[in-house]
């Protein structure tokens, strides 16, 4: 494993640190700190959009760093690395939450989270719900992520 392995694994990280604490500032810091203010659904949305950007650039990065620190690890990605091996199975978790936590963030930020601002600026609330859970699930699904991560980063064995 040379440099170029490394860049990518820290770029990996980089891009993993960005998406999680980019989401967590969001209820953490950001809600809390504006829940009284009279622009507040404003800041909402351009918290948001600004977020979007980043993320989907963030998770674009997250996909090309992943795949480029398989292949200059030297695996190579067949059928039997996936289902003999400990390390590929592992690694099958972690794709799939990747999938699914990119599939939520589609409609979160596409559908349901744009239309939820739309209504919250008519006084109408009935996808607010739908828009914060969402947004809690790809937390967890993040930190689901970034767990299996870990695990295949110390070697991939339970």
Do not use: C
């Not at 978790?93 to 990119?102: A, E, G, N, Q």
Request: glycine share 10%; no cysteine; proline share 2%.
């Amino acid at each position: 494993m040379g440099a170029l392995y490394y860049t990518s694994v820290f770029f990996h990280l980089l891009f993993a640190t960005l998406w999680i604490g980019g989401m967590l500032f969001l209820p953490l810091v950001l809600l809390p700190a504006i829940k009284n203010h009279p622009d507040k659904i404003k800041l909402i949305l351009a918290t948001g959009l600004k977020f979007r950007t980043l993320g989907w650039v963030v998770l674009i990065g997250l996909a090309i760093t992943g795949t480029a620190n398989i292949y200059l690890r030297g695996f190579a990605l067949t059928l039997e690395f996936f289902t003999d091996t400990e390390y590929g199975q592992i690694l099958i978790y972690k794709l799939i939450l990747f999938s699914v936590t990119l599939l939520i963030s589609g409609v979160h930020d596409f559908l349901i989270g744009t239309k939820a601002i739309e209504e919250m600026e008519q006084g109408i609330s009935r996808l607010k719900n739908i828009a914060r859970w969402s947004g809690r699930i790809n937390l967890l699904l993040a930190l689901a992520v970034a767990f299996f991560g870990l695990v295949l980063a110390r070697g991939g064995v339970w």
